[in-house]
Structure formats: structure tokens, C-alpha cells
């Protein structure tokens, strides 16, 4: 190299803006996803709790699990399209709207007096999930190089499980401390410092123009709510009808009809598709998704009967149910950043395969255990078991659907690979809802009509072991749908590293102190 070539080369290094470390922002966008995670935790354990204050007089599980549906529903059907506000708006301008919505609503459930008022503000709050959980994937994929994105993904894995460990143990602590209602309130003051931190340390990045597809927003939305009340609310109306000329079935099978014209108008839309199908010619994207909604399945089927037997059949208090828990989110927050460094230098299904399994059999192995005889310490084995699967899952299934892609399509990514966990979630919640209450009548014939409730403390010993069996029964659901995330991942490729320098070129951030101008990241 030649002296002139020397100091050319020197003088473009020195024109170059020093590289800025995507490390805090993504430490700030933590705290939200933190919060969202906690939320949903929180609300499993204190379940029992709201049923007995606001929903005491039945025996009928279905209502108290809306709770849940409708936070999980009002965070699903968005979720296609808050991905793209992101890319068009900027997504930390969208993940700080949704993060205010999420907060003021999560201040409503604590003040709601009636259970319709709860499930009203639960699907509000849902609504201010979708908006920030799309974004914290697009501006990791968008900040981080291709091959460093398993060492993210494994910070988001360990944050799943430390919140594993904080929300059950704060949901206890504060159930049994201050009342159910303090569940929700506590999110107001970690919402108001994740609002400042994102604030500040989330950097501004360059925005995109899309159409957006409304239509497809409408008929998403109709067909995931009709699937999704027919199946929960079956065994209320006897799979029966609901009202006039309208069944259960008939509210289903339209459903259904109804995500296949949503499917079908997606591959005609001659603009911009609300789901890119383009996106599923990406192998491992697709398995990803079809891995991810398993998961979603099973991980929000289990958390009900598990916290149903722990504290009716066993009479454990909300707090003790969730020490439970522990041995869980401690393995999950230790292995989870390991995962995620080694998914970086290895085919994924070597850390896929062994994390769902684990997951898997640890379902089934509680299930075996919920038994009114059973010593309460033997429940730490399954968990220990179900925290190492944990860490083998969550990241690395995310890391490994959006990695293959390009960053333009990082908004469209991530919500769709969002959207199908939490359709996978509602799906479980329903399901669960409807196998609970069937294996409730197998046990106990009359249940659901008998006077008093499933609430307020330990059952009588005559109804314990028809209850225990019948919780037993449920998880077996969750568990055996783990097996199809199995058998998807087997099909995954190894990703090959990419090219981090043409990575770094199509990268740009907009800083608020530099007046517009374009900083390469």
C-alpha cells in the first residue's frame, strides 16, 4: 500500500462515526418486556384469588380464565400490524405509546370492581403489549449484526426467566400482603422508569413508508375472536347454541372460513400484505413460527390447573405456590445468555431439541405428581427440569426465525413471529378453559352446577382427588402439544454467518442531538 492510499484510508477512518453499542438500548427496552412478561405471571398465580372476589358463586373456571383471553386476544390481532407502525413511525415512538397505554391500563384493572370491568381493562392493557412487543425485536434485529443476535436474544431469554421467578413471588407476596388488585398497580411505578430509560438510551432509527392493510386487520380480527370464544365458551353452552340461530360450532367453522379468506386475500394483496407470505419461504422462519406457537400453546395452557392444584387441592398460599417456581427461573436466568452465545456457533436444533423435550417431559412429570399424597418439595424436580428447557427454547427460537432475514422486513418479522405465539397463547388459554372443565365433569359429575364455587381457600377432602385428577388430566394437554415444536425443529438448517459489513451499510440512526443527521450504527 502506498503512502497516498495510507493517509486516504486514515483520513476516511477518521470520517467514519465511532460505532454506537446497541447494548443499553436494548437494556431499557428490557425493563417493558420485563413488565409484560410479570404481568402475565403475576396474573396466573392470583387467578384463585380474583375468582373468589369477584366471580365467587360458580364453579364454572371459563370466566375467571377471560382474565387471561382477553389480554392475550387484544394483544394477538394487532400484533400484524404494529410491527409495520414501527418501521413507518419509528418503533420507539411506537414502543413508548404502547408502554403508556399498557401502565394507565394496568392502574385501571387494579380499581375494576366487577369481573367485566377486569376482562375490559385486561384487553386494553393487551392492546398496549402489542404495541411495544414488536419493537423490541425489530430494533434488536435492526441494531444488532446478524451473527451477535444470539447473545441479545439470550439477554431476552434470561429476562423471560427472571421474570419466571419476580412475578409469581411478587404476585404472592402481594396477593396474600395487599390484595389481588396490587398485582396491576405495581406496574405503574416500573412503567414510569422504563418510560425514562427508553426515552433516552433508545436511539431513533431511520423510518420506512408502508400501506397498511386494513381489511386484512378486520378479518384477522373477527376470525381469531369467533374461533377463540366458540372454543372457550363451549362447554358453557353445551357446544350448543348461544343465542338464537347461532352455535357454538357454527361461531367456530366461521371462524375458521373466515382466517382462510384472510389467508387467501393476503397472497392476492397487490401492495403491501399485512402477512408477507414471502417471509414463510424462509425454512427456518417458518418452522420458528410453527415451533413458537406450540410453545405459546403449552406455556400458558399449564400455568391454570398447575396453580388450581397447588393452591385448592394442596392449600398452599399464593406466595408458597410460587416458591414453587424458583429452581425454574433460576435455571432459566443463569443458562438462558449461555444459550444464546452458543446458538451463535452452533446448528440450533443442537440446543432445540433437548430444551423443548425438557420442557415436554417436565409437564408430563407434574402431572404425574398432582396427587394429594404427593411431598410438596418433589414439584422443585419438575421445575428445575422445565428451567433448563426454557433456556434451550425461548431465544434461541427467536434468534433463529428472524436471523435469515432482511432488515427491511424486520417490523413484518417480528409480527408475525409475535402474532403466532400469541395466537398459539390464546389457543391454549381456550383450550385449556374447555379441557379443565371436562375433565372437571368426568371427575366430578355435577360440578359445574352444584351451589358454592372452586374458590376461597382448600377444597373439602371429599372433592380432592376427583379435582386433583382432573387438573392432572389437563396438563397432559400442554404437554403432548409440545411434542409438535419437536418434531418442526428437527426440519431447521444451520444459518450461515453473514456478511457483517453489508449489514452494517444498510444500518442508520437518527439522533435527536444531531438534527436529523443519519449516524451509521
Not at 373456571?61 to 418501521?87: C, H
Not at 433463529?400 to 424486520?410: E, S
Amino acid at each position: 500500500m502506498t503512502e497516498q492510499s495510507t493517509r486516504a484510508a486514515a483520513k476516511a477512518d477518521r470520517q467514519v462515526p465511532q460505532e454506537r453499542s446497541p447494548w443499553p438500548a436494548l437494556w431499557a427496552l428490557v425493563i417493558g418486556f420485563f413488565m409484560i412478561l410479570v404481568d402475565t405471571t403475576i396474573v396466573s398465580v392470583a387467578n384463585p384469588a380474583i375468582k373468589a372476589a369477584l366471580d365467587p358463586e360458580t364453579n364454572n373456571l371459563d370466566n375467571v380464565v377471560w382474565v387471561t383471553s382477553a389480554y392475550l386476544l387484544a394483544y394477538a390481532v394487532p400484533l400484524l400490524i404494529t410491527g409495520r407502525l414501527g418501521d413507518r413511525f419509528g418503533p420507539k415512538n411506537i414502543y413508548l405509546i404502547g408502554l403508556t397505554i399498557f401502565t394507565l391500563s394496568s392502574l385501571w384493572c387494579g380499581l375494576s370492581g366487577t369481573l367485566g370491568m377486569l376482562i375490559a381493562a385486561r384487553a386494553v392493557q393487551g392492546f398496549g403489549a402489542a404495541l411495544m412487543a414488536p419493537q423490541t425485536m425489530a430494533i434488536i434485529t435492526r441494531t444488532f449484526p446478524p451473527m451477535r443476535r444470539g447473545a441479545a436474544m439470550g439477554l431476552w431469554g434470561a429476562t423471560s426467566g427472571v421474570a419466571m421467578l419476580v412475578g409469581p413471588l411478587a404476585g404472592g407476596l402481594l396477593v396474600d400482603g395487599f390484595g389481588w388488585e396490587w398485582i396491576f398497580f405495581v406496574n405503574v411505578p416500573v412503567g414510569i422508569v422504563g418510560f425514562v430509560l427508553a426515552w433516552i438510551l433508545v436511539p431513533k432509527l431511520e423510518t420506512h413508508s408502508h400501506s397498511f392493510d386494513i381489511p386484512g386487520v378486520i378479518l384477522s380480527a373477527i376470525g381469531l375472536f369467533l374461533i377463540v370464544f366458540g372454543l372457550q365458551e363451549g362447554e358453557t353452552y353445551d357446544w350448543g347454541v348461544i343465542w338464537g340461530p347461532i352455535t357454538v360450532w357454527g361461531m367456530i367453522i366461521t371462524g375458521v372460513a373466515v382466517m382462510v379468506l384472510f389467508i387467501w386475500m393476503q397472497s392476492r394483496t397487490k401492495k403491501e400484505p399485512l402477512v408477507p407470505l414471502e417471509l414463510f419461504r424462509s425454512r427456518n422462519f417458518a418452522i420458528s413460527n410453527i415451533s413458537i406457537a406450540t410453545v405459546g400453546f403449552a406455556v400458558t395452557g399449564m400455568s391454570l390447573p398447575m396453580m388450581f392444584f397447588i393452591q385448592l387441592a394442596r392449600g398452599l398460599t399464593p406466595t408458597e405456590s410460587a416458591l414453587l417456581l424458583i429452581p425454574m427461573a433460576l435455571f432459566a436466568g443463569v443458562l438462558s445468555p449461555l444459550a444464546g452465545k452458543l446458538l451463535d456457533r452452533v446448528d440450533p436444533r443442537l440446543i432445540l431439541v433437548p430444551g423443548i423435550l425438557m420442557f415436554s417431559i417436565a409437564l408430563a412429570w407434574y402431572a404425574v405428581l398432582m396427587t394429594p399424597e404427593t411431598p410438596i418439595w418433589m414439584f422443585l424436580l419438575p421445575s428445575a427440569l422445565m428451567g433448563i428447557g426454557s433456556a434451550g427454547m425461548w431465544g434461541p427460537l427467536a434468534t433463529t426465525a428472524n436471523r435469515d432475514l432482511p432488515v427491511q422486513q424486520a417490523g413484518a418479522g417480528s409480527g408475525v413471529y409475535n402474532t403466532t405465539r400469541t395466537v398459539g397463547s390464546v389457543l391454549g388459554s381456550a383450550a385449556i378453559a374447555v379441557w379443565m372443565q371436562s375433565r372437571l365433569e368426568a371427575n366430578l359429575p355435577g360440578a359445574s352446577t352444584a351451589s358454592g364455587g372452586f374458590s376461597g381457600g382448600q377444597l373439602p377432602e371429599a372433592v380432592v382427588d376427583g379435582f386433583s385428577a382432573a387438573m392432572s388430566q389437563a396438563l397432559m394437554l400442554p404437554a403432548a402439544v409440545m411434542l409438535i415444536a419437536i418434531v418442526a425443529v428437527l426440519f431447521l438448517k444451520r444459518t450461515k454467518a453473514s456478511v457483517t459489513a453489508d449489514w452494517h451499510a444498510s444500518q442508520s440512526v437518527v439522533e435527536p442531538a444531531q438534527d436529523g443527521a443519519r449516524v451509521a450504527d
